[in-house]
């Protein structure tokens, strides 16, 4: 290391409340009611740059989620009377606190999770404060709906979205300030009380998130976070029978255990999950932009759900397709996150490296062939994994079945355009496609098509939160963004209105 990666460790010495981040404070106990709580153990937090401790951080038990979960309840009434304007102004204020936050935030994440300093400075942390701000301006001026009459009855009914209570987010270590502000946005906005478990890998930045939301005016109660593993903390929030709505983005695997523990409650459930996204080159495509949109999934080491992880190309065009974007990924950089020219970071974590190198190890064996990487960066050890190019994985390995969730893809070829979208639509996820071709039909086409909850055509990750996302599948339940959202958070409800606002001759009903 560098001494200037020195300078940025960590300074534990306190480890009963404050850690030292990147010269940020960070206390390390829960938010519960309003106050700082702390537990009676800790665990440590892990930087992925070094593998160096960062942080002690209070571990969560049944006994702190009781405890968010009741003063979320209490919250609850209060936060709900507002009117959407109060509470949207009371978000804007969040929002704007965290503009004045982002260069501390951007530091402290890229210790904890390892992603790009540069990415946070200029894309993420900019983004989690427009997600406030977003879901306050849509919470404002779209809940409110006119009375309707009832036709032929004289009638008024009104729609109305009721909050539904109080609202559990499980957040992923991938992003995790700006998915968690994903759901924590509107769930506020609708009027609902917030107990958010951040991830374990990476629970930093939830900690400071809560400090801005103290200073914004967030009432006490309205907004938790309790710490810890998923197992100690994440499991007796899931189960909690005082929960109204759990949403999480995380492992197919996590989600099936979530499903049985909210099922005894029958609690509404919103999952993101995994993907195994395609990328289809067809042979009209700009083959310029088709090698950078390839090149683009090696970003935040391929740790991100949507990436296209397969590309499925063209046998007229695989030859150069392949000889580009292994040329292309040659020069990315592989580095400390800190540094600017720093293109490809570190995995997560120790467990997760390992994961990924069993991923590619066992590819391998089966007979697939590596054009690039193939294994951990030697030069730099720790966490690095080389961004990594396979070809000729049988169709139903692992490699292509599984969501590796690392800088590491495939390629296979396709003659016909109905092959191409039954090699697209051949897997158990579908939460992303992309496609590259130049022809406007085509693509009209062939995105009706695929079985994905978001197709981008000749683009990639271009997001706009009016819109619905999420999967189908293994990829998740429900779909959230813009009114989406808001029906997710809230229970809507019809109200209907006697002519004059008196008496009701009767009739014929509907149910």
């Known amino acids: 290391m560098t001494d200037a990666a020195d300078n940025n460790i960590a300074d534990i010495a306190d480890i009963a409340d404050i850690a030292v981040v990147a010269g940020v404070e960070v206390d390390t106990r829960h938010w519960i009611g309003g106050r700082r709580?702390?537990?009676?153990?800790?665990?440590?937090?892990?930087?992925?740059?070094?593998?160096?401790?960062?942080?002690?951080?209070?571990?969560?038990?049944?006994t702190e989620v009781d405890a968010a979960v009741a003063a979320a309840r209490a919250a609850f009434p209060a936060w709900a009377a507002l009117s959407v304007k109060e509470r949207s102004d009371i978000l804007r204020a969040v929002a704007d606190g965290i503009e004045a936050r982002v260069e501390e935030l951007a530091q402290v994440e890229t210790l904890d999770n390892g992603s790009l300093l540069r990415s946070h400075r200029r894309g993420v942390m900019p983004r989690v404060a427009m997600n406030f701000r977003a879901f306050a301006d849509y919470a404002e001026h779209q809940l409110g709906h006119p009375d309707m009459e009832v036709p032929g009855r004289g009638h008024r009914q009104r729609i109305t979205y009721d909050p539904a209570g109080v609202v559990a987010i499980i957040t992923p270590w991938n992003a995790p300030l700006m998915l968690a502000s994903w759901r924590i946005g509107?769930?506020?906005?609708?009027?609902?009380?917030?107990?958010?478990?951040?991830?374990?890998?990476?629970?930093?930045?939830?900690?400071?998130?809560?400090?801005?939301?103290?200073?914004?005016?967030?009432?006490?109660?309205?907004?938790?976070?309790?710490?810890?593993?998923?197992?100690?903390?994440?499991?007796?929030?899931?189960?909690?029978?005082?929960?109204?709505?759990?949403?999480?983005?995380?492992?197919?695997?996590?989600?099936?255990?979530?499903?049985?523990?909210?099922?005894?409650?029958?609690?509404?459930?919103?999952?993101?999950?995994?993907?195994?996204?395609?990328?289809?080159?067809?042979?009209?495509?700009?083959?310029?932009l088709a090698v950078d949109l390839a090149v683009e999934q090696f970003d935040n080491a391929g740790q991100v759900c949507l990436k296209a992880a397969r590309m499925i190309v063209h046998s007229s065009l695989a030859d150069e397709f392949t000889e580009r974007v292994v040329a292309k990924a040659k020069t990315l950089v592989q580095g400390d996150p800190r540094d600017e020219a720093t293109d490809v970071s570190a995995l997560v974590s120790r467990r997760h490296f390992e994961q990924i190198s069993g991923f590619v190890e066992r590819a391998l064996?089966?007979?697939?062939?590596?054009?690039?990487?193939?294994?951990?960066?030697?030069?730099?050890?720790?966490?690095?994994?080389?961004?990594?190019?396979?070809?000729?994985?049988?169709?139903?390995?692992?490699?292509?079945?599984?969501?590796?969730?690392?800088?590491?893809?495939?390629?296979?070829?396709?003659?016909?355009?109905?092959?191409?979208?039954?090699?697209?639509?051949?897997?158990?996820?579908?939460?992303?496609?992309?496609?590259?071709?130049?022809?406007?039909?085509?693509?009209?086409?062939?995105?009706?098509?695929?079985?994905?909850?978001?197709?981008?055509?000749?683009?990639?990750?271009?997001?706009?939160?009016?819109?619905?996302?999420?999967?189908?599948?293994?990829?998740?339940?429900?779909?959230?963004?813009?009114?989406?959202?808001?029906?997710?958070?809230?229970?809507?409800?019809?109200?209907v209105f006697a002519p004059d606002g008196w008496g009701d001759e009767g009739g014929e009903s509907d149910g």
């Open 37 to 62: 709580v702390a537990s009676a153990t800790t665990f440590t937090d892990y930087s992925p740059i070094d593998e160096s401790p960062i942080a002690e951080i209070h571990a969560g038990t049944a």
């Open 186 to 288: 509107p769930a506020l906005a609708a009027g609902n009380t917030v107990v958010v478990k951040p991830p374990e890998w990476a629970p930093l930045t939830a900690s400071l998130l809560a400090d801005i939301m103290h200073e914004a005016g967030v009432p006490a109660g309205v907004f938790n976070v309790v710490q810890g593993t998923g197992l100690e903390a994440g499991a007796p929030l899931t189960a909690h029978p005082d929960i109204n709505r759990l949403a999480f983005t995380g492992s197919v695997p996590t989600a099936g255990v979530i499903s049985k523990a909210a099922a005894a409650n029958i609690v509404p459930l919103s999952y993101e999950l995994g993907g195994k996204s395609p990328l289809l080159v067809f042979e009209d495509a700009d083959l310029d």
């Open 365 to 495: 064996a089966d007979g697939a062939r590596p054009l690039l990487g193939g294994g951990p960066n030697t030069e730099l050890g720790g966490l690095y994994f080389s961004p990594t190019i396979l070809v000729d994985a049988d169709p139903t390995a692992e490699i292509m079945t599984e969501e590796v969730f690392g800088p590491v893809v495939t390629i296979e070829t396709f003659e016909t355009e109905e092959e191409a979208v039954a090699k697209a639509n051949d897997t158990r996820f579908g939460l992303a496609a992309t496609l590259a071709t130049g022809s406007p039909e085509r693509a009209e086409r062939v995105s009706k098509q695929l079985r994905a909850g978001t197709v981008w055509v000749n683009c990639f990750f271009v997001r706009d939160l009016n819109a619905p996302f999420g999967g189908s599948g293994r990829s998740g339940i429900g779909r959230e963004g813009g009114i989406w959202s808001f029906d997710f958070y809230t229970d809507i409800k019809n109200s």
